[in-house]
């Protein structure tokens, strides 16, 4: 598929989320069934990311391009509320009107659901009334009807990624222990259902990898000092404790490299583990449930 990429930075005196826009040409259409190929004039894609290092980046844009989607397509990558960002996210929706759709999926590409960003992107989007990042931005402007979908949360795309990352060092599985450690938010309600959606993911990388157990820990890395403090401490206990008995294999549940997956071992220094420093991306898995997520909002436009 050719694409077509650049970025535009703008600076605007907003406080919080960093956007920066990648944009790509729409896919052919040609070949498509009718119906979707009507869709492709009428539907727009964005998708949205936490945003890292170029490399980061680089490797979203290409998940998103493999995804090969059939719709005019935006991405922006953002992590709170910064200047320009908010700027260039409004210059991509509007760049999707100009194009004549009729409606815009979003697509959040986020682990959870449960998180502050995530509940930003609603607000950005005209989506969330209310919030108290109303003094720091206001909703983008946009004509048509937005729909955001739901981020991976415990979707079993996930679990056969890291399924897959586990089998890449995996010896004897029924002697291993895998404990799946992601970001984690910053609050105790939102690290509950964090963990309520890991729990669905370790438990079919179990049953489907025949491993001794699979557990998940969070390491809310940018919670206050005292709540990360205690959050390694039970990650490290984990491990340690697991560690006397078993093999443990730890797998870092991250959207991309390039961000805090060197952490994790650092955190985890003088104990004895397997680390699998890959992250969900690249893999097939991620293009294809962007594909559906898309594909479900077009479908089911409820």
Excluded at 69 to 74: C, G
Excluded at 174 to 181: K, L, S, T, Y
Aim: aromatic residues 4%.
């Amino acid at each position: 598929m050719s694409l077509k990429r650049f970025r535009r930075h703008a600076k605007i005196p907003l406080a919080g989320m960093a956007f920066f826009i990648a944009t790509l040409a729409p896919a052919a259409t040609a070949g498509q069934p009718p119906a979707q190929a009507g869709a492709a004039k009428t539907v727009g894609v964005l998708v949205l990311a936490h945003g890292g290092t170029p490399r980061w980046n680089a490797v979203v844009e290409q998940a998103v391009a493999d995804a090969e989607l059939p719709y005019p397509t935006r991405v922006a990558f953002g992590m709170g509320m910064h200047g320009g960002e908010v700027e260039a996210l409004q210059q991509a929706v509007t760049e999707l009107e100009h194009l004549g759709v009729e409606k815009v999926v979003a697509v959040p590409l986020l682990v959870s659901s449960a998180s502050e960003v995530m509940r930003q992107y609603a607000y950005l989007l005209g989506l969330r009334p209310d919030g108290p990042w109303q003094d720091h931005a206001e909703p983008v402007k946009c004509q048509v009807p937005i729909r955001l979908t739901s981020p991976l949360d415990g979707d079993p795309a996930v679990a056969q990624v890291l399924l897959d990352r586990a089998r890449e060092v995996s010896v004897a599985p029924g002697h291993e222990v895998v404990v799946v450690i992601a970001h984690g938010p910053n609050t105790e309600e939102d690290n509950t259902r964090w963990l309520d959606a890991m729990g669905r993911l370790t438990q079919t990388i179990k049953a489907e990898g025949g491993f001794k157990d699979v557990l998940s820990v969070t390491m809310r890395d940018d919670a206050e000092p005292a709540v990360l403090a205690k959050a390694v401490a039970d990650m490290r206990q984990t491990i340690e404790a697991q560690a006397k008995e078993n093999t443990v294999i730890v797998l870092p549940l991250l959207i991309a490299n390039g961000g805090i997956e060197g952490k994790i071992p650092e955190r985890l220094s003088g104990l004895t583990f397997i680390y699998q420093p890959k992250a969900l991306l690249p893999h097939p898995k991620l293009s294809e449930w962007i594909a559906s997520r898309v594909q479900d909002a077009v479908k089911n436009p409820g």
